[in-house]
């Protein structure tokens, strides 16, 4: 009787993905790892950020790991910006392969008074549809209109398209913290495995633009 794994019941590894990158205004790295949750670990020089950067990868089940430092006495924007671009491309990384992946998802988001949808579509052409408006007010000592910034490097770095939708809000924290649990949800969606080993897609292949 043959002992060998049917690929069906074949372990799979995990998906991880690494970037670092370096400028005169930021240094960062960041790893993440798809089927690993256990692991999170984040630093970066912005506690707010720190603080939505644990809600994705809680949120969306996946390992996290950043060091990211920057010129924030200039402007804390290239931060916020890079991370973001990092973020999109380790993850890119780690999926490796578009083939066999859910590829697209969208999940609604309710925090107190705020209401906030996501929509993804991980097909290799960027591009952000924001439609959030904020108040005057600062959240987290950052002006909250930079959290577009990261938004669209995380659109740029994964090679993704993003539909994010404020549909009501209470406050300007609510609806960047909402946004954040909203992506990491379809993104757990997004990056689930299927048994297929193709594109799916009707042409047998995605874009990378």
Not at 6 to 29: D, H, L, M, W
Not at 135 to 164: A, C, I, Q, S, Y
Request: hydrophobic fraction near 40%; charge should be negative.
């Amino acid at each position: 009787m043959s002992t060998q794994q049917s690929p069906q019941n074949s372990v799979k590894p995990a998906r991880i993905g690494s970037v670092r990158r370096r400028t005169k205004e930021t240094n960062i790295f960041i790893e993440v790892n798809l089927d690993d949750s256990s692991r999170r670990e984040i630093r970066t020089s912005l506690p707010f950020l720190n603080h939505m950067l644990d809600a994705l990868a809680c949120h969306g089940r996946f390992g996290l790991v950043v060091t990211a430092d920057g010129d924030i006495d200039v402007d804390p924007h290239h931060l916020i910006e890079d991370t973001g671009i990092v973020l999109g491309e380790a993850i890119y990384e780690a999926l490796g392969s578009l083939k066999g992946i859910e590829r697209a998802a969208s999940f609604t988001y309710p925090m107190d008074g705020t209401l906030v949808q996501v929509a993804l579509d991980i097909c290799g052409r960027r591009n952000l549809v924001w439609n959030i408006s904020f108040g005057n007010f600062t959240v987290g000592n950052l002006d909250p209109n930079l959290f577009r910034e990261f938004f669209k490097g995380f659109v740029d770095g994964m090679k993704t398209t993003l539909h994010v939708n404020c549909l009501y809000r209470d406050n300007d924290h609510h609806a960047i913290e909402a946004t954040f649990k909203a992506l990491a949800r379809a993104l757990r969606e997004a990056v689930k495995r299927l048994d297929i080993d193709e594109y799916l897609s009707t042409k047998g292949v995605l874009d990378e633009k």
